[in-house]
């Protein structure tokens, strides 16, 4: 029996003895992760006038032509009718100074801006500028700082596995954290059936819903690995995706120096190539070309398969894409094509991609 002794002699080789002056830590490394960013996360409350039909559902622009009101018997001094829409979502704070990462679809369009912070503070904010393509934008505060900010981090140096922490405003709930891994890395947008962004992003099953977009995804350490953009809904939810930092830090760089973002394009519409008995290591095959656009004026046809940019093998249109992004507009770009079983060299240069108008 003198196994079952508890006293202090008996003790002295079992490994739940308790050391003198130690406790076990009640305290997770989200919680210091969240201490170290955790003030830089702000909300965005956006503001946007829409002018609505009124009239019988005559436009509002109609309304305000002169001679139809007087034609029609409408006061002169009458402003067609309008309503007012509310947005909010989250951003975090990257300089002192003010300047603050969010979504372009937050505050795309918005009259009035209004950034609330963790400390109760709520402050009149300005687009610096937003880029669609991206869907990234930048917001300075009016007020002077400083302001607490988060450390960005790495996002090259992600490993699938690593921990993911969200950190956001879902649903107008202030302050919300999530926990979770990185669940996959690159993943094209164009995957998501989404058409009209040029992204590859951050996987993960932390979750994000409706207000956390443009808030920051931690690492373990506290530090800013990507932003918040978008949540899969319907089959297959509990899927969320951020916009990698080191994509992110650049684009913000272009958007603080000029207020917007230059992105190079070929002219050309893709798609991939499955195995045949031409090629058997994939690539982008041209399905259409603008016309006098930088591959049509450099001699690309429908049907050619672009396996290499600038010495780098392309596998599929989104590594094209991307490579045409790295080679920017204006800067000389090498492409490999295969051609009716031969490999044939083209030399282009990339113009300015701009998007249309929106209505």
Do not use: Y
Request: hydrophobic share 40%; net charge positive; glycine share 14%.
């Amino acid at each position: 029996m003198a196994a079952l002794v508890v006293g202090a002699q008996s003790l002295g080789a079992l490994p739940v003895r308790a050391v003198p002056g130690a406790a076990l830590s009640r305290q997770s490394f989200v919680a210091e992760a969240i201490r170290r960013a955790g003030p830089a996360v702000v909300t965005i409350d956006t503001v946007r006038v829409v002018p609505a039909s009124g009239g019988g559902g005559l436009p509002g622009q109609l309304l305000q032509d002169p001679l139809f009101r007087q034609f029609f018997g409408l006061p002169s001094g009458q402003q067609p009718p309008s309503r007012t829409e509310r947005g909010q979502g989250s951003g975090v704070l990257f300089q002192a100074d003010g300047l603050i990462l969010t979504n372009a679809h937050v505050v795309e369009r918005s009259d009035r801006v209004m950034v609330g912070l963790q400390s109760g503070q709520r402050v009149e904010g300005k687009v610096v500028g937003l880029d669609s393509f991206t869907d990234l934008a930048v917001v300075r505060l009016l007020d002077r700082g400083p302001w607490p900010t988060a450390p960005l981090g790495n996002s090259d140096a992600l490993q699938v596995g690593d921990w993911a922490i969200a950190v956001g405003n879902p649903f107008g709930l202030d302050n919300t954290v999530t926990l979770g891994i990185v669940s996959n890395l690159n993943r094209n947008v164009s995957k998501l059936g989404i058409t009209d962004k040029r992204l590859d992003l951050i996987q993960t099953d932390a979750a994000i819903n409706p207000g956390n977009s443009g808030g920051p995804l931690l690492n373990a350490d506290g530090e800013v690995v990507g932003i918040n953009t978008l949540v899969r809904s319907g089959p297959g939810a509990g899927l969320g995706f951020a916009i990698p930092i080191n994509r992110a830090r650049a684009i913000a760089a272009q958007l603080v120096a000029t207020g917007k973002v230059s992105h190079a394009m070929i002219g050309v519409a893709l798609e991939p190539v499955e195995g045949s008995a031409a090629t058997t290591t994939g690539g982008a095959r041209v399905r259409s070309l603008q016309p006098e656009g930088p591959a049509a004026r450099a001699g690309l046809r429908p049907g050619d398969v672009i396996v290499a940019a600038n010495g780098t093998r392309i596998s599929n249109p989104q590594q094209l894409i991307s490579a045409v992004e790295r080679a920017g507009v204006g800067q000389p770009l090498k492409l490999t094509v295969q051609r009716d079983g031969a490999l044939r060299r083209f030399d282009l240069i990339p113009t300015e991609l701009v998007r249309a108008p929106r209505p």
